[in-house]
């Protein structure tokens, strides 16, 4: 049974940072290629960033030098270090493979930067 936990999320304020975390019960966790989502309100979820199974990144031209993505094969862990946070990051961030397994959502964890 493959779950994605994500948590680390809150509300900050502008220019604050924030890591999520990504536990994964999934196997063969350090063979797969994995991306964190977000989905703001009224809008379509969208990729903010990914890495291979050998670490290559990529990211969101919106995140791009604010976000890192990184990930722990040890512990079945992606994370996504936030700096530099803006009210347009404002969002529910999920984690998932990439391309994304469609019955492998989790619940999220909310990212609140006030304008």
């Known amino acids: 049974q493959v779950q994605f936990v994500e948590s680390g999320g809150g509300l900050v304020q502008f220019g604050g940072s924030l890591r999520l975390s990504c536990a994964a019960s999934i196997r063969f966790f350090r063979a797969l290629n994995l991306g964190w989502y977000r989905q703001a309100p009224g809008k379509q979820r969208e990729l903010v960033a990914g890495i291979t199974s050998d670490s290559t990144t990529l990211y969101a031209d919106s995140v791009r030098g604010r976000f890192t993505i990184s990930r722990d094969n040890a512990k079945n862990t992606l994370y996504l270090q936030m700096n530099s946070l803006k009210s347009e990051d404002t969002a529910v961030y999920y984690c998932?493979?990439?391309?994304?397994?469609?019955?492998?959502w989790g619940q999220g964890t909310q990212v609140t930067v006030p304008s």
């Open positions: 998932n493979l990439r391309p994304p397994g469609p019955g492998y």
